[in-house]
């Protein structure tokens, strides 16, 4: 497994934009796909976005879709969504994790950062 540390989270107003970044200790031969989930007050944890690490096929969540954009450096090893038009329901602490082929659960998970929507 690899080590996970997302960043570039933080307090923005509705309709405002962030870049997370999730940076990897290295990239296993093994990795399949790497994804964005989050977990707001209250609520179970939800998927947000995923893109293969060799093709660059990328998911979205319906609800981001058109707003947030997951992208990937290979060279770097770093994950990266943008996240345009924010609004309060976006508010979560947003995690990165990896699938080397067994599910995300089987698989490698950062500490989290946090993004807060307020006015």
């Known amino acids: 497994q690899v080590q996970l540390t997302e960043s570039g989270g933080g307090m923005v107003h509705p309709g405002g934009s962030l870049r997370l970044s999730c940076a990897a200790s290295s990239h296993?031969?093994?990795v399949l796909t790497m994804a964005w989930f989050r977990r707001a007050p209250g609520m179970e944890r939800e998927f947000v976005a995923a893109i293969n690490w060799n093709?660059?096929?990328v998911y979205y969540e319906d609800s981001v879709k058109g707003r947030f954009t997951i992208s990937k450096d290979n060279a770097k090893n770093t994950l990266y969504l943008l996240m345009n038009s924010l609004k309060p329901e976006d508010t979560a602490?947003?995690?990165c994790a990896v699938d080397y082929g067994l599910g995300y659960d089987?698989?490698?998970w950062g500490q989290g950062t946090q993004v807060t929507v307020s006015s």
């Open 55 to 57: 093709r660059g096929t």
């Open 28 to 30: 296993p031969a093994t």
């Open 106 to 108: 089987a698989g490698s």
């Open 93 to 95: 602490v947003y995690y």
